[in-house]
């Protein structure tokens, strides 16, 4: 015997529902702006929001471990990443390539997860421009004097870097 046509048993089953994709979030502002501090204060009280590590080829500092706040690569194996189209964007700063990879945070954003991305100027325009839905965060310095004063309290650069820093600071903040 076959069910009637508004038997509920009848009716097609309903599609799987969609998941939502995640949004990025682009955090910026100068070198030695707080963008870091930011992040750590903010990040824990956020739920499950994937933090994308940066890739970089700069020497690690002391107590920065490989996969925590950088992976730590050879020139080579990063210049090889461009080439692969492996990074949603990279960028040379004071000698330095940086760059975020581009699987990790394309899976999470697939699967549903908001990203935070914290990156210098020049990335966050790219990826601006691999995700125009991307939202962007500048953060801005209390003042130049203080930025620098900030700089130097790291004691992690040379004077000609620390002046590189700033003169760049000057530029993004423009």
Same mark, same amino acid.
Request: aromatic share 6%; hydrophobic share 40%; glycine share 8%.
């Given at each position: 015997? =076959?069910? @009637?046509?508004? !038997?509920?048993?009848?009716?097609?089953? *309903?599609?799987?529902? $969609?998941? /939502?994709?995640?949004?990025?979030?682009?955090?910026?502002?100068?070198?030695?702006?707080?963008?870091?501090?930011?992040? =750590?204060? @903010?990040?824990? !009280?956020?739920?499950?929001?994937?933090? *994308?590590i940066s890739? $970089?080829? /700069?020497?690690?500092?002391?107590?920065?471990?490989?996969?925590?706040?950088?992976?730590?690569?050879?020139?080579e194996r990063?210049?090889?990443?461009?080439?692969?189209?492996?990074?949603?964007?990279?960028?040379?700063?004071?000698?330095?390539?940086?760059?975020?990879?581009?699987?990790?945070?394309?899976?999470?954003?697939?699967?549903?997860?908001?990203?935070?991305?914290?990156?210098?100027?020049?990335?966050a325009r790219?990826?601006?421009?691999?995700?125009?839905?991307?939202?962007?965060?500048?953060?801005?310095?209390?003042?130049?004097?203080?930025?620098?004063?900030?700089?130097?309290?790291?004691?992690?650069?040379?004077?000609?870097?620390?002046?590189?820093?700033?003169?760049?600071?000057?530029?993004?903040?423009?």
């Amino acid at each position: 015997m =076959r069910a @009637a046509a508004n !038997d509920p048993d009848d009716t097609p089953a *309903s599609p799987a529902p $969609t998941r /939502r994709r995640g949004i990025a979030f682009v955090m910026t502002g100068a070198s030695g702006v707080g963008k870091d501090t930011i992040r =750590r204060v @903010a990040v824990p !009280d956020l739920g499950e929001l994937f933090y *994308s590590i940066s890739a $970089t080829t /700069r020497a690690r500092r002391p107590g920065e471990e490989h996969g925590v706040q950088y992976y730590f690569l050879a020139k080579e194996r990063f210049e090889g990443l461009i080439a692969e189209d492996g990074l949603l964007e990279w960028a040379e700063y004071v000698g330095d390539y940086y760059g975020t990879p581009r699987a990790p945070v394309e899976a999470a954003l697939d699967a549903g997860r908001d990203v935070l991305l914290e990156l210098e100027l020049a990335g966050a325009r790219q990826v601006k421009a691999a995700l125009p839905e991307a939202v962007m965060i500048f953060i801005a310095p209390p003042s130049l004097a203080e930025l620098e004063r900030r700089l130097r309290g790291r004691g992690t650069d040379d004077e000609a870097k620390i002046q590189k820093r700033l003169a760049r600071a000057r530029e993004e903040i423009r």
